[in-house]
């Protein structure tokens, strides 16, 4: 569904931001700048408020800077460079660490505060680093392996669904919410999984 909902998007927001992109190539600005940036004040907005329980500022600021992410992509289609494995790599490297930092605020808070959902933020931190390395171990073996309930893009989303909720106060929005995405997360695991047990046959 979360693969469906992507695809149906993907042509009116890229629609959207084409001129926006096409200017910012005219100034000189590269798809590596715009993924370096928008990483840089992602972690920023993360490490200065969820720590410090400023759910509903570090969600809107975080929601605002990952927006970088889509520009950074239709600027290398547009440019005259096009994309490489450079740019790719280093992509896909910071989307894991704003990943990290982003849920590793959530756990600085909740050790704080003493809450009992920490065992459950590090399990969710494992469980996502697992479906990134099961994808890339897999591709690196010559076995494809997309798809699944919860890719990033999902995750990110049931993640900030969950502090924006407890940002406007909402009981039991962020307790819902990890659990929500460990289940997702546990689930996507097995399924790439199997994914690569059938494509290795």
Known sequence: MGKMLQESLRAPVTRLITPICRGLIRVGVSANLVTTLGAFFTILAATLTFPKGHFLTGTLCIMFFVLFDLLDGTIARLSDKGSNAWGALLDSTLDRLTDAVIIGSILW????????????????????????????????????????????????????????????????????????????????VLQRLLIVYKGSK
């Open 109 to 188: 808070y909740l050790i704080d505060v003493g809450d009992r959902l920490v065992p459950l933020v590090l399990i969710t931190v494992v469980l996502g680093f697992l479906i990134s390395y099961i994808k890339a171990r897999s591709e690196s073996l010559g076995i494809p392996c997309n798809g699944g309930l919860a890719e990033r893009s999902e995750r990110l989303i049931i993640l900030v669904t969950a502090t924006g909720l407890t940002g406007l106060q909402i009981p039991y929005s962020l307790a819902i919410g990890l659990w929500v995405l460990a289940l997702a997360s546990l689930f996507t």
